[in-house]
């Protein structure tokens, strides 16, 4: 019964020690941006291009993601999130930093209730909602 006793505290206390270990060494724990860029080679001559940029707050959500296209901008958008982290609010830019269209949402229990769209202008573009069926 001591030996049982004895094994059991021992994994409990190396269960402990490893998950300690690994939440201290992963990778994306406070990751603030990722900017990526490429290089490509054609004869003598290289480019080089940013790919893309996100960033993200402290709770890891994406904030902002800019794509580029050969060193310009291709696709731009911000997001905002609520204290469950639900995304409340999408914004889309053009190339020249103009804001396009915007999105938000709604959540009941936790779950996606609506969507709505408006243009530049804060007019309704569209607006969808979400009805979920359970057993």
Do not use: W
């Amino acid at each position: 019964m001591k030996t049982v006793r004895a094994t059991i505290i021992i994994f409990l206390i190396l269960g402990c020690a490893l998950k300690a270990e690994c939440q201290k060494s992963r990778p994306n724990d406070k990751i603030k941006s990722v900017i990526v860029s490429e290089e490509k080679y054609d004869m003598l001559v290289k480019k080089q291009y940013r790919e893309s940029e996100t960033y993200y707050d402290e709770r890891g959500n994406e904030l902002e993601s800019i794509t580029y296209k050969q060193g310009k901008v291709d696709k731009h958008f911000k997001y905002q999130y609520d204290s469950d982290n639900n995304k409340i609010k999408e914004e889309e830019f053009d190339p020249s930093g103009k804001l396009k269209e915007s999105s938000e949402y709604k959540y009941v229990n936790g779950l996606r209730s609506e969507k709505t769209v408006y243009d530049s202008n804060k007019k309704l573009k569209s607006r969808k909602t979400y009805v979920y069926t359970s057993y």
